[in-house]
């Protein structure tokens, strides 16, 4: 079955780490763009960074900028999303989404739409 598979998701106190993955199954990151999503009880999806395979370039909300780091590996078909200094406010469910026709400014701000591919979501609880 093609699909997203995310990982690295769970528990951390605040101005922890945590390092979140997105793989892809049975299909190949080549032209897409990759974004991550995250959404909190109550609250509308947000995007929250993005990066393109085709060339590399990165997009990050204001709220993450500083603190998280985005990157893959076209070769292993995966995108990590590396979350330093966290705050209660970044829990949530955070997924990731590909898509081959939209640029990530697109994506980061229709966060509902039917891209390509979605992952299931990797919980993220930061405790103060």
């Known amino acids: 079955e093609v699909q997203l598979v995310e990982s690295g998701g769970g528990l951390v106190q605040a101005g922890g780490s945590l390092r979140l993955s997105c793989a892809a199954s049975k299909f190949t990151f080549d032209d897409y763009a990759i974004g991550w999503f995250r959404q909190a009880p109550g609250k509308e999806r947000e995007g929250v960074s993005c990066?393109?395979?085709?060339?590399?370039?990165?997009y990050y909300a204001d709220s993450v900028k500083g603190r998280f780091t985005i990157s893959s590996d076209n070769a292993k078909n995966t995108v990590w999303l590396q979350m330093n200094s966290l705050k209660p406010e970044d829990t949530a469910v955070y997924y990731c989404?590909?898509?081959?026709?939209?640029?990530?400014?697109?994506?980061?701000?229709?966060?509902?739409?039917?891209?390509?591919?979605w992952g299931q979501g990797t919980q993220v609880t930061v405790s103060s």
């Open positions: 990066i393109s395979s085709s060339d590399g370039s990165t």
């Open positions: 989404a590909a898509d081959r026709i939209s640029t990530c400014q697109a994506m980061m701000s229709l966060t509902d739409m039917p891209y390509d591919y």
